[in-house]
């Protein structure tokens, strides 16, 4: 290919910035590229923020300041936490997967650098959270910024970087694959933002909750960070707080530290032992195996065996587990313990919470789940290989639906279970089929929609973060979420109103609530749900689900 | 800050150049190391002088890759000596690094990036180093530098894996199995990039699976056998040492039956007309093959003499068994 005789060598000795900038630099640009790691940091604090105040409103506290005073503090937490933390640990744990560290480590840039540029851009993507947050309030709610609080919130924010990004970095250390790592995170981190002060505020929580709370970081990183925000009196440190985070700070770079590898952890390494030298694989020592089985395999068991894969590699998937069946049960369990127990709507919370949850389970199985796996597949080429197979494609899609539906049973039936045992929720055993109906009907509609979004979408990066991202946000709007017993205010409403979630909760809620039509079933609703799922069959018929 | 090596390394000097014949450039001796009840090295021990390219021969798990990771300082070792460009590769740090290249058997890349941004990202970590530019060019992916990662085939990326390793304008290029993968014409290309860096004195140590890519390309060869170095020498030596047979191949003319063959001291296989001939005595078995076909006036067309290659000198090193039909 090339001709030239010389050898084509550059002496390149112009002084060149230090490895830590150039690496932030790169680590910035990866970020900016990854829209799942944009979405959580920066867009779904935002939209918290938005939505929140949309709901709760912005008249001024007892204190004469606008409620969204004290709204951007914890949001902008939770922000920091996910660049420094969930982020942090799943690149890194991503790097280090794939031999990108191991590579880094043969280059003459000391090891401190690889991990040095790591956390300053997490640094850098937090401050731009805390901007972003302030700067939308100030812009559209009024909040003031405290400066002569600003030096306590430099400080603060310094430090909680540190102590999240050191505990990040922890994790990392102490698992092996990023699966882990980010389940493991992000696994902690949510649930963790209901007992610390960041999603909800001043919640009446129980004992032991309240203790778990006050023994982690996070709650501290939130007060501290809330203080700042603050405009009474004083210079808003709070240096109980801070000492806490400066103590788990250490505590995770402590661990961070001594157990941290930089080469892959996983199949790939050491290399496999050899076999002694003999029986060369070449040739066979036997006859040739002969054929089996006789004829097609039945309809039947072709589905059986394709709902039996998809539910293999989703359990290998813990995260999707986590979303799917462990959250929203862990939110049913949580939200009585924090909103304690005022009836809402008239109904005891719950009652109320038990129909709202389950649509989200199914939700997140249809809509969340299901696309992405099927993107992976198509973009890994396994439906490449399945195409050259004799399996109609169908048969696989059918196989992850059933998948998806096996999930949301079990989840109907943990939910249930819940709250039938702990809750006090009573369930009225002739309108189980009404139950059934709502569950399958939601399934439908909703890996409709899923499969839906995998036809218009090319790739599969930004695929969870348009799902969850869609989602997560129209939870607190259609009844899953809840957000006070105060009716919400016009286009959340409205919102709420448009799409499908709403729909199926209140299917649900008819079919489970004492309340409900003797049936169980709540037509308006269902014809609702059932459109969107004819809407999305027809964007799948459209467009196709394989093609690109 | 790109600080030089204590007085190691010299920006600007020409890698390698006069250099040869100094001290060499990789000395293992005794080198061993475990996994367990694995004895994955059992005292290696080779000598490696600056400027030659040695390959590193075996079956999959014979050890070449733990001892290659060994001398690049990823991995510690149990026991044994190991001096690489005069360092310790174990506690070498930066100025060791500095100038050495790696090119993994397994790493990936960050698939978000361009070629051209991992290219001078890269570059950038070398206090003496290629042009991103040139770098593209030398491994043939000029075309390439504007592209995504994801979006390179598989051969591509590998091009990119050894362009990473030579960024550092490396005197001591360690190639994990450098053109697995490749298609004929990229690995003729990738030896020819490695016979231009030979030529400015760069020590190359490398792996591989391909007995030719050993043959065409290294002044050594060590064969790793389950931890043991089983092998050591110029390709040429390791075959005359091995001991293997000439072999003298022919088709019998019509008419005639292997029977009729005159007496040779040789291995004798028939299959039809064709018959091999596995000698330890090539000359005196040629020359009685030869006076009988002139005897009965015969010729034979096909007749070769075939000495033993770096293939069956390496089969029968590792003890697999060679292929009757070659």
């Known amino acids: ?548 | 800050m790109t600080r030089p090596g204590p007085g190691l390394l010299r920006p600007g000097r020409p890698a390698g150049a006069g250099r040869r014949g100094d001290t060499p450039a990789i000395v293992v001796a005794d080198l061993t190391r475990r996994y367990g009840d694995l004895l994955a090295l059992d005292h290696v021990g080779f000598t490696v002088e600056t400027g030659q390219i040695v390959a590193l021969l075996g079956p999959n798990g014979a050890g070449k890759t733990t001892a290659v990771e060994i001398l690049e300082g990823y991995r510690p070792r149990d026991d044994g000596q190991v001096s690489v460009l005069g360092f310790d590769p174990a506690d070498g740090g930066r100025a060791y690094r500095e100038r050495i290249g790696i090119v993994l058997q397994t790493a990936g890349f960050e698939d978000e990036f361009t070629v051209d941004e991992l290219l001078r990202l890269q570059a950038s970590l070398y206090p003496r180093r290629y042009d991103p530019g040139e770098l593209a060019g030398l491994v043939g992916l000029a075309d390439r530098r504007r592209t995504r990662v994801k979006a390179l085939s598989g051969g591509q990326r590998r091009r990119l894996d050894l362009a990473l390793g030579l960024a550092g304008r490396p005197d001591l290029l360690f190639l994990d199995e450098p053109t697995t993968g490749f298609d004929p014409a990229a690995r003729r290309h990738a030896w020819d990039l490695i016979d231009r860096l030979r030529e400015q004195g760069t020590t190359i140590l490398l792996t591989t699976h391909y007995i030719e890519e050993a043959e065409r390309l290294a002044d050594r060869v060590a064969v790793l056998r389950a931890g043991r170095l089983v092998a050591w020498g110029r390709p040429s030596e390791l075959e005359a040492r091995c001991g293997l047979p000439t072999r003298l191949a022919f088709r019998l003319p019509d008419g005639f039956t292997a029977d009729r063959l005159p007496p040779m001291s040789g291995v004798r296989t028939v299959e039809g007309a064709d018959v091999v001939v596995r000698t330890h005595r090539a000359v005196a078995d040629t020359r009685l093959l030869t006076d009988w076909a002139a005897a009965n006036h015969l010729d034979l067309p096909t007749l070769t003499l075939t000495p033993p290659g770096l293939e069956d000198a390496y089969l029968s090193l590792t003890g697999e068994p060679a292929d009757d039909h070659r």
């Open chain 1, 1 to 548: 290919m090339t001709t030239d005789e010389r050898p084509a060598v550059a002496e390149r000795t112009r002084p060149l910035p230090h490895p830590v900038r150039t690496l932030t630099v790169h680590a910035l640009r990866g970020f900016a590229r990854s829209p799942l790691s944009a979405f959580f940091t920066l867009i779904f604090p935002l939209a918290f923020l938005v939505i929140v105040s949309a709901i709760v409103g912005n008249g001024p506290t007892g204190a004469g300041v606008p409620v969204a005073q004290f709204l951007v503090a914890p949001f902008a937490v939770f922000g920091v936490a996910q660049a420094t933390f969930v982020v942090l640990a799943t690149d890194t744990a991503g790097l280090r997967e794939r031999g990108v560290l191991m590579r880094l480590c043969g280059t003459p840039a000391p090891a401190w650098t690889v991990l040095a540029a790591r956390v300053s851009a997490s640094a850098v993507v937090s401050v731009a959270a805390v901007v972003l947050l302030t700067g939308v309030g100030a812009g559209l709610y009024g909040v003031e910024v405290v400066w002569r609080k600003i030096p306590a919130l430099l400080v603060t924010l310094a430090l909680g970087i540190a102590c999240f990004s050191a505990l990040g970095l922890a994790v990392v250390a102490l698992t092996r694959t990023v699966l882990v790592a980010q389940t493991l995170t992000q696994g902690l981190l949510i649930p963790l933002a209901f007992i610390s002060d960041v999603f909800i505020v001043g919640a009446e929580l129980p004992v032991w909750l309240d203790r778990l709370g006050t023994a982690l970081p996070l709650r501290h990183f939130a007060h501290a960070m809330t203080e700042t925000f603050d405009p009474a009196g004083g210079y808003g440190f709070r240096p109980g707080d801070l000492l806490v985070l400066a103590a788990w700070g250490v505590l995770g770079a402590v661990v961070a530290v001594r157990r941290f590898g930089w080469l892959p952890r996983g199949s790939a390494t050491p290399a496999t032992p050899a076999p002694a030298p003999a029986a060369p694989a070449s040739r066979p020592a036997g006859p040739a195996p002969r054929p089996i089985g006789a004829g097609r395999r039945t309809p039947a068991a072709l589905l059986a065996g394709q709902v039996r894969y998809a539910l293999i590699s989703q359990w290998r998937d813990p995260l999707s587990v986590f979303f799917a069946v462990v959250f929203p049960v862990l939110l049913l369990a949580l939200f009585p313990a924090v909103f304690g127990a005022a009836p809402v709507h008239g109904l005891a919370p719950a009652q109320y919470l038990l129909p709202g949850l389950t649509a989200y389970a199914i939700a997140v199985a249809g809509y969340v789940t299901l696309p992405e796996a099927v993107a992976q597949a198509r973009g890994k080429g396994v439906l490449k290989r399945l195409r050259g197979t004799p399996l109609p494609l169908r048969w696989y899609v059918a196989g992850r639906v059933g998948a998806v539906l096996v999930v949301s049973i079990l989840s109907t039936v943990l939910l249930c279970g819940v709250a039938v045992l702990f809750l006090d929720v009573r369930l009225d055993a002739a309108r189980l089929p009404a139950v059934a109906l709502a569950v399958v009907l939601g399934v439908a509609c909703f890996a409709a929609l899923g499969l839906a979004v995998v036809a218009l979408l090319r790739s599969a990066t930004s695929l969870v973060a348009i799902t969850l991202g869609t989602l997560l946000p129209l939870s607190f709007v259609s009844d899953v979420f809840p957000v006070g017993d105060a009716p919400l205010p016009g286009w959340p409403a409205l919102i709420g109103n448009l799409f499908p979630l709403k729909h199926l909760a209140a299917l649900l809620l008819a079919a489970t609530s004492p309340a409900g039509p003797d049936s169980g079933i709540a037509a308006g609703h269902l014809a609702v749900v059932a459109a969107w799922t004819v809407a999305a069959l027809l964007i799948l018929r459209v467009r196709g689900l394989f093609r690109g």
